[in-house]
Each structure stands twice: as C-alpha cells, then as structure tokens.
C-alpha cells in the first residue's frame, strides 16, 4: 500500500458531526470525482466514482446524512487498473439536482436554467471547520502524497484553472502556500516543503500520517546532517594530508640541496620535529616545541619553509 493511499484511508475515517462540515466535505469530493451528466428526459444526473472503495463508502455515507438518501453503488472491473475495481455512484433527477444545489456545484442563471459553478462558494466553507472539512474532501478526491522517503510532494489535480485557485486561496487561510501549474488538460494544486505538507496533514485530520511523515523526515533530516559531516571532516582530512605532503616534500628537498642546517633555527628545530612525527596535528607539533607554539605559529613557520623550498628550486632551476 502507497504512503498516499495510507493518508486516504486514514482521512475516509476521520467524522465531522456538524452538517454543514459533512457538506463541505461533500462537495469537495462531488467536485473532484464526480461528473454531470444531461439525460434527456430523466433530465440532470451526477456519477461519482473512485477506485478506492473507502473513498466511495464514505460519499455513500456523507449524501445519507446530510440529504437522507439512499444510493446503490455498483463495481466494475476498471481495465486501466489492472487487478482494481471501480467503484461509482449515479444520482439521478430531482435528488441530484438538490445535492449540485445545496453543494454549490450548479448555480441557477438569470433566464432560470442552471450552469456549473467552478468556485468555492463561501457559504460552504464559512467557518474554520468547514474549510479544514473541504480540503480533506479535496484530497480524498484528487490528491496524492508522495512517499517522504523519496521526497516532498502534495498535490491535487483539478479539471479546472478557476476552481484550481479556489483550491489555493483555502490553502493560504491557513498560511499554506500552494502552487498551482497546468498539466495536461488538467490544474496541479501542490506542496513542496516538508513543514507545509506537515502541516497540511495536521489540518485536514492525519495525525498518524503525520506522525509516519516526521520520522521519516527526521531520520532523513539526522542522516543528510550525519553525510554532511562527514564529507567536511573528510575534505578537512584531504586537506591537512595534503598540506603534510607538501611541507614534508619541502623539508626533505631542502635537506638534499642546502642542508636542514641552512635553516633559521627556529625553523630547523621545527623540520626536524615535522620529519620524526610525520602523522602529528599542527597543534601537536606545536607541543614539541621549546618553548612551545601554538596551532598558527607552527602553520606559519611551515609556510616559512615552503617559501624558501619555493625559491631554491626557482634559483636551481628545478620549478
């Protein structure tokens, strides 16, 4: 079972005990998953249908309480999902007209006929309830989560540009900041950082998917802290080993041309302390001097070295 389809389950259990946020709910899934049909004489219908038969059991639930009907709902083997069923309910006549109406779904026009409404009308989500209810409905009907181990992405797909920014100015009452792109012949609504999609869980009602979401964002949060530091102590590694290389390579050129002896004594003391402890730090180093020096006087006295390896090979013609 996918990460997103866990956080549908989930959701499809979670009961608002007011009407008017069983409503709210409602029409967010009738506008996400259910289709308009004109019938000729039997006039107005609604199909609404989903693959996923907690989804489906939980709109059958919602138009009994809100409306008091009751619907048949019917499964077919769905081709394009392989083994999975289809599963849809057909609302026909004067019931479907009352369920699109008090959904917000139709609006009745100037000259008496009826037109579909691709806007989020206010009176469906008037209160907190209601808009946390609606965007639960949302992405029960057209919504996926990505896996967080793989990355962060929420999204929900919409048939409509006007009803895809109905979508993101609920997302942004509560400070979510929802990006909307066209694919297709359809509207992406999506998330993208992990404290927005967090948080979004937590609204609409996903707590144990929250919780699942954190650990993973966590454990991944320690591991990408855990590689970083270690790839900087690595390239800090490289570096001081390089660094070692070169003042050695230095100090044993100048012992083969002019002799160690050449030296300044402070610096000659420090060679010959660098050749016998060849794995030492520079702070350790330092310890061995008389008197001893800190980590930057012995960085410094080796740069030193390096300066006067540097201009006998330039003098001797071995650059």
Same mark, same amino acid.
């Given at each position: ?7 549908? +389950?989930?959701?499809?259990?979670? @009961? ?13 899934? /009738? ?12 006039? /107005? ?22 409306? %008091?009907?009751?619907? !048949? ?8 999902? %392989? @083994? ?8 026909? $006549? ?9 959904? $917000?779904? #139709? ?17 469906? /989500?008037?209160?907190? *309830? ?6 639960? %409905?949302?992405?029960?009907?057209? $919504?996926?989560?990505?896996?967080? !181990? ?6 929900? &797909?919409? *048939? ?6 109905? /979508? ?11 990006? #909307? ?13 992990? !404290? ?52 050695? !390579?230095? #100090? ?16 000659? +003391? ?12 520079? @702070?350790?180093? %330092? ?10 006087? &012995?960085?410094?006295?080796?740069? @030193? ?15």
């Amino acid at each position: 079972m996918s990460f997103s389809h866990q956080v549908k +389950e989930e959701l499809s259990r979670v @009961k608002d005990e007011e009407r008017s946020c069983e409503l709210a709910e409602l029409s967010a899934l /009738i506008h996400t998953c259910g289709y308009i049909e004109v019938h000729g004489m039997k006039g /107005i219908a609604v199909r609404i249908s989903s693959e996923n038969a907690a989804i489906i059991k939980k709109i059958y639930v919602l138009i009994k309480e809100v409306f %008091g009907f009751r619907q !048949e709902v019917c499964i077919k083997r769905n081709r394009y999902l %392989g @083994k999975h069923n289809l599963y849809f309910i057909t609302i026909e $006549g004067e019931n479907a007209f009352k369920i699109l109406m008090e959904c $917000g779904i #139709i609006l009745i026009t100037s000259d008496g006929s009826w037109d579909i409404n691709n806007k989020i009308l206010d009176r469906i /989500i008037d209160g907190d *309830r209601e808009k946390r209810a609606y965007l639960r %409905g949302a992405f029960l009907g057209c $919504g996926s989560l990505n896996d967080p !181990e793989k990355g962060y992405h929420l999204e929900m &797909v919409v *048939r409509s540009e006007e009803y895809a920014f109905s /979508i993101g100015e609920l997302l942004r009452f509560f400070e979510l900041k929802g990006k #909307i792109i066209a694919r297709k012949n359809n509207y992406i609504v999506y998330l993208k950082e992990g !404290e927005q999609i967090v948080d979004f869980l937590n609204m609409v009602g996903a707590h144990k998917a929250l919780l699942d979401f954190e650990n993973v964002r966590v454990f991944k949060d320690v591991r990408n802290n855990v590689n970083r530091i270690v790839n900087c102590e690595t390239a800090n590694l490289s570096k001081t080993v390089n660094a070692a290389l070169r003042q050695l !390579e230095s #100090i044993q050129y100048i012992d083969s041309t002019v002799g160690l002896k050449s030296l300044p004594e402070e610096l000659y +003391e420090l060679a010959v302390i660098r050749l016998e402890n060849r794995d030492l730090s520079l @702070k350790e180093l %330092g310890q061995l001097l008389n008197p001893p020096l800190g980590k930057s006087g &012995v960085n410094h006295r080796l740069k @030193k070295i390096e300066d006067i390896a540097k201009k006998i090979r330039e003098q001797r013609g071995d650059v």
